[in-house]
């Protein structure tokens, strides 16, 4: 059986933790989309580390982690996540498996990413730059160069033939910069792709399944970044959706279980695009403060806000999730006063329906407010112990999307989670 574990939010839910928590109750970590773009933040022994393009369960020996072929792979961010997964005396050889139909990030991906971003002026869609867009457009475009690909003696020739038509394009933008030193890091990272455990990633994970093998499948971004379903065009490039793990690796919709979501305890979002509970005010800077809310991969500055939880119960339906995970409930501790978002005012009137289009559509957040709870929850380590306030702010989200909070993150470290108990 397949659990997925996956964003609601616009990415940045705390995923990576949650990940490294339950992998101990599995055999298979698999990515199953996004690439680069994704930083999923982990604390080992105390000390932090970020993975871009490796599965979150790679700190725990003897489990199985799969890059699955919905993964756009960038050569060079896995050659360095390899040597900052050493420091901490993990060899990634082992345990780390590469789906042979994973699509390859080329130099030139980043160099059009760069080049269409700067194009759009204030247009900006907030790209991390990585080369995801340009990477997938070759993709569904029948131009990309995969895994298996670099196993081919043909393969420099390819690639050739792939630049030429990609320094038409850059032509056409007027980019002008050199990426000779890209271009020297991407083949002398390909020469550690060629080491690794490249295997047909459907036959592969199958096999597991067959043989009684328990699948974590690990999504990026936040399902509100969805390529189909997400605030487009402010999105990412592939499915973040629970849908996103059939196609991402290669396996029957019935082999799926449970569909685990991660949301903060409030809201956050990272570039431009659409966002009803954003604060800009001293309380949406004191969130940012608190949380320390900086992008994991860019660095820059989250957008803050109250939980929305008409966003939240859209990305509850169209994935299916059938348990959550609140990530951050700590940052809230210090506020006199919690809101959640449970209706948008459009024209007018009430809904709590996501609009067609979010960006061209004025929306007010119609707000409930409970009280805050005023109290240190970082030490606390049963349901139990959890202040009236909180338990009432997680009663009430639970009654509005119909989905059980069923863990509570109350920290960064590895063990302060706490289960809620069933209903």
Request: aromatic share 8%; with cysteine.
């Amino acid at each position: 059986m397949i659990d997925v574990l996956l964003g609601l939010q616009w990415g940045d839910e705390g995923k990576g933790k949650i990940v490294d928590y339950f992998a101990p109750n599995y055999d298979i970590i698999a990515r199953f989309q996004g690439g680069p773009n994704a930083g999923h933040t982990l604390y080992v022994n105390g000390n932090k580390i970020v993975l871009h393009q490796i599965p979150s369960g790679i700190f725990h020996e003897g489990i199985v982690n799969l890059v699955g072929s919905g993964v756009v792979l960038d050569p060079v961010t896995l050659k360095k996540e390899f040597d900052k997964v050493a420091e901490f005396g993990v060899d990634a050889r082992k345990n780390l498996y590469i789906a042979e139909r994973t699509h390859l990030i080329l130099p030139t991906h980043r160099a059009l990413d760069k080049a269409s971003e700067l194009s759009k002026g204030t247009g900006k869609i907030g790209s991390t730059l990585k080369g995801i867009g340009p990477a997938y457009m070759d993709k569904t475009g029948r131009n990309g160069l995969r895994v298996g690909d670099v196993l081919d003696k043909n393969f420099t020739t390819q690639y050739i033939r792939l630049r030429l038509k990609h320094q038409k394009l850059l032509d056409s933008f007027g980019f002008q910069e050199d990426i000779t030193a890209w271009e020297e890091e991407f083949f002398e990272a390909l020469e550690l792709i060629r080491q690794l455990n490249i295997v047909p990633g459907e036959y592969f994970i199958n096999d597991q399944l067959r043989n009684g093998k328990k699948v974590l499948a690990e999504g990026a971004q936040g399902s509100m970044l969805d390529v189909d379903f997400g605030t487009f065009p402010f999105v990412t490039s592939s499915n973040t959706i629970s849908a996103g793990v059939c196609t991402g690796l290669g396996v029957a919709p019935q082999k799926i279980r449970e569909v685990i979501g991660v949301s903060k305890a409030y809201c956050t979002r990272v570039g431009s695009g659409p966002f009803p509970t954003e604060l800009l005010d001293d309380t949406g800077e004191l969130l940012r403060k608190v949380g320390n809310e900086f992008g994991a991969t860019t660095g820059r500055p989250r957008r803050c806000g109250w939980i929305d939880l008409v966003a939240l119960q859209f990305a509850c339906m169209i994935n299916g999730v059938t348990q959550i995970v609140m990530t951050k409930a700590d940052v809230l501790d210090g506020f006199e006063e919690l809101n959640m978002c449970q209706q948008y005012q459009i024209n007018g009137k009430a809904t709590s329906v996501v609009p067609y289009q979010m960006m061209k559509t004025e929306i007010e957040p119609l707000y409930t407010s409970v009280p805050g709870w005023k109290t240190d929850i970082s030490a606390l380590k049963s349901f139990d112990q959890l202040p009236d306030g909180m338990k009432e702010y997680i009663r009430q989200i639970n009654a509005f999307l119909g989905v059980p909070v069923r863990y509570i993150s109350n920290g960064p470290g590895r063990d302060q989670i706490i289960e809620a108990p069933k209903a």
